[in-house]
């Protein structure tokens, strides 16, 4: 307990940055996914194309290989002085949206031909398709995926600590340096990652039966 109450301070900026990191790496992962499964179902072969090449490249590359990437390459060729914390946050968002985006994808495909079908028969585009007819049924059907997904993402932002971003594991890294017994630290640093998907798997599960799909 000595070891959260003399350092509450950093433990709670360390809770804020994980909280942080994580709700930005959401936002990013889950637009830019859901946009990539739109190319990934797009009649448009190059949009297809890039939608199988990004995820296909995102998914199969190791995230801490991603982050190195981010942080000692990005800010060389295109974006000097970039924050870690933004650094951290694209890094996240980008290799979480490869997932997020099959998980869409295979909502999608969950939905009738027939109904993209009559969609585009009454003169509908794909885009309007995709957006009024099918992402809505879609939906449903992947909260659950989503949930794990989103919970794998806060565990993965520990990854970030080892970057210079302010967040729970970074804490943990402190208090080692300061010599602190390092099994307490553990306690806290994981009660502070359950507190995060806790709340996460409830908020789904709230969505889950607001759109009526609890099984």
Do not use: H
Not at 6 to 35: M, Q, W
Not at 161 to 173: R, Y
Not at 177 to 200: H, K, M, S
């Amino acid at each position: 307990m000595n070891v959260l109450l003399d350092n509450f301070p950093e433990f709670r900026d360390g809770f804020i940055g994980t909280v942080s990191i994580t709700a930005i790496s959401s936002v990013i992962a889950l637009v830019l996914g859901v946009v990539i499964a739109g190319f990934r179902v797009s009649p448009v072969p190059p949009l297809r194309y890039f939608g199988t090449a990004w995820v296909t490249l995102m998914r199969n590359t190791p995230l801490t290989l991603l982050f190195l990437i981010f942080f000692f390459v990005v800010p060389e060729i295109l974006f000097p002085g970039m924050s870690p914390f933004v650094l951290g946050s694209l890094a996240l968002g980008f290799y979480t949206s490869s997932f997020v985006c099959e998980a869409v994808r295979s909502g999608i495909n969950t939905v009738p031909l027939g109904q993209a079908e009559a969609a585009r028969s009454i003169g509908m585009t794909f885009a309007q398709t995709l957006r009024i007819v099918v992402l809505p049924q879609a939906t449903r059907t992947v909260i659950a995926p989503m949930s794990s997904i989103f919970i794998a993402l806060t565990k993965n932002s520990a990854i970030a600590g080892a970057f210079s971003v302010t967040e729970l594991f970074g804490w943990q890294k402190l208090m080692s340096d300061r010599g602190y017994d390092i099994v307490p630290v553990f306690i806290w640093v994981a009660l502070g990652y359950l507190v995060v998907t806790f709340t996460i798997s409830g908020l789904f599960r709230l969505l889950e039966r607001r759109m009526e799909v609890a099984r």
